[in-house]
């Protein structure tokens, strides 16, 4: 099976910057991906490691580390309409897709 | 193209009907998903296809029963639900291991 850990809820002002962990267990390893989801929304893809290092795709960036079984968003900048859930998933085959519980992200004025 | 589409986007239905959710994606992915999610809750994965062939189902009641029709559409039929039943059903579709597209589901209730 797999598990994936992330922290269930952060707090944070206009502008700041807020990173979100991720560690994992699985059996297979295909790549650590993240997503979004705004309340009555759909999850939404935002980055994808498949390799260690970091991404940058604008404000937000990701972080792997495959020795460590570790990962982390970081969003930076951070706006209002950040406010949101975020989750890691690791495809453990290359098939499965399955999603850390989620990190509710509150973005304060 | 690059949305899945979701039909219908709420649904209501007692626990001795028969119903069925649609999906449907233009973007040639080979791979298509069902999840179901609850409140504050991650999604939680149901079934895959890949090229049209159920390839993964994660121990799901055979009240659910999933269809693929062609490369474009996923089908969820629901008989003989219960309450518990009730969450947003996600449907997914994704081509690389880098990224799968979700639709914006549709949300169920058992009565």
């Known amino acids: 099976g797999q598990s994936l850990e992330q922290p269930s809820e952060v707090t944070a002002v206009e502008g700041a910057i807020v990173q979100i962990n991720c560690t994992y267990q699985?059996?297979?390893?295909?790549?650590l991906s993240w997503y979004q989801q705004h309340d009555g929304g759909a999850p939404t893809f935002l980055s994808y490691?498949?390799?260690?290092g970091l991404e940058e795709t604008g404000r937000f960036s990701s972080f792997l580390s495959r020795s460590d079984s570790y990962g982390y968003l970081l969003l930076q900048e951070l706006q209002m309409k950040d406010s949101a859930s975020y989750f890691c998933?690791?495809?453990?085959?290359?098939?499965?897709?399955?999603f850390g519980g989620g990190t509710r992200v509150l973005v304060k004025p | 193209d690059t949305e899945v589409t979701q039909t219908p986007k709420h649904l209501v239905m007692g626990m001795t009907n028969k119903k069925s959710l649609k999906c449907e994606q233009h973007?040639?992915?080979?791979?298509m998903y069902w999840y179901k999610q609850k409140a504050k809750k991650p999604p939680e994965l149901m079934f895959v296809?890949?090229?049209?062939?159920?390839?993964i189902n994660e121990s799901v009641p055979s009240r659910f029963s999933p269809e693929c029709p062609n490369s474009s559409l996923l089908n969820l039929h629901l008989h003989a639900l219960q309450p518990e039943d009730s969450a947003l059903y996600l449907c997914?579709?994704?081509?690389?291991?880098?990224?799968?597209?979700f639709g914006q589901g549709t949300r169920l209730t058992v009565v």
């Open positions: 997914a579709s994704s081509e690389s291991r880098q990224k799968a597209f």
């Open positions: 699985t059996s297979g390893f295909y790549g």
């Open positions: 490691n498949a390799l260690d």
């Open positions: 998933a690791v495809r453990p085959t290359g098939n499965k897709l399955t």
């Open positions: 973007m040639g992915h080979r791979a």
């Open positions: 296809y890949s090229y049209e062939k159920l390839s």
